[in-house]
């Protein structure tokens, strides 16, 4: 089975970009529908973004359309999430998630990574 390792998190300021990636073992990354999820304190983990095998169709959530790009190199084994205007709300711990049975990633998709934490500062 596949294992992810998030790397790339780190402490911002407001308006900074950073580029999150997500580098799979055990499994050909090329094989599996892949995503990001985030959890900030106290709250809810949610979907932020999702690609599917072949890399040509990606899907956002509302709250960083326009400012986030998820691609994956699959000769790499490897999926990013350039983060790019963050705001302190962008703040949370992100999570790669990635299944093999389905076209996107969903919240119970069975392989999650440790997760990176992102810090966003006014």
């Known amino acids: 089975q596949v294992q992810l390792v998030e790397s790339g998190g780190g402490l911002v300021q407001a308006g900074d970009s950073l580029r999150l990636s997500c580098a799979a073992s055990?499994?050909?990354?090329?094989?599996?529908?892949v995503g990001w999820f985030r959890q900030a304190a106290g709250k809810k983990r949610e979907f932020v973004a999702t690609i599917v095998r072949s890399g040509d169709v990606t899907y956002y959530a509302d709250s960083v359309k326009g400012r986030f790009t998820i691609s994956r190199d699959n000769a790499k084994n490897t999926v990013y999430l350039q983060m790019t205007s963050l705001k302190t709300d962008d703040t949370a711990v992100y999570y790669c998630?990635?299944?093999?049975?389905?076209?996107?990633?969903?919240?119970?998709?069975?392989?999650w990574g440790q997760g990176t934490q992102v810090t966003v500062s006014s």
């Open positions: 998630a990635a299944a093999a049975d389905r076209v996107v990633v969903t919240t119970d998709s069975p392989y």
């Open positions: 055990g499994g050909i990354l090329s094989s599996y529908a």
